[in-house]
């Protein structure tokens, strides 16, 4: 929604923030940035770039929310990537030695 103050001649927006409306002026930068979109609990993704040390799980294989499911090196260390969920290992989208970049779907689960 878009408000015109005609006496200051100025295009207003209206933000809706934890459901009241305020009226702004928004940056281009805020205009055209990625919108939030929620994440799938069903799918793991990167939260580092780095490189895949080893990977602990195999796809169809019954995994429980805390178990470890990589290593991933990133800054000089390891760290151990654990499963976010329980359920069942429905595809395996990265090999080992493969370099990923930050937000890489990783494990998809069912």
Known sequence: MTIIDNKNKTDFKILNFWERDY???????????????????LKAYSFLPGNIQKIMIKEGQKVSKGEPMFILESMKMMNIIRVPVDGKVKKIYISVGEIIPKEHLMVEFE
Do not use: H, I, S, V
């Not at 009226?23 to 609990?41: G, H, Q, S, V, W």
């Open 23 to 41: 009226k702004t002026l928004f940056t281009k930068k805020f205009e055209n940035r990625k919108k939030y979109k929620a994440t799938d609990p």
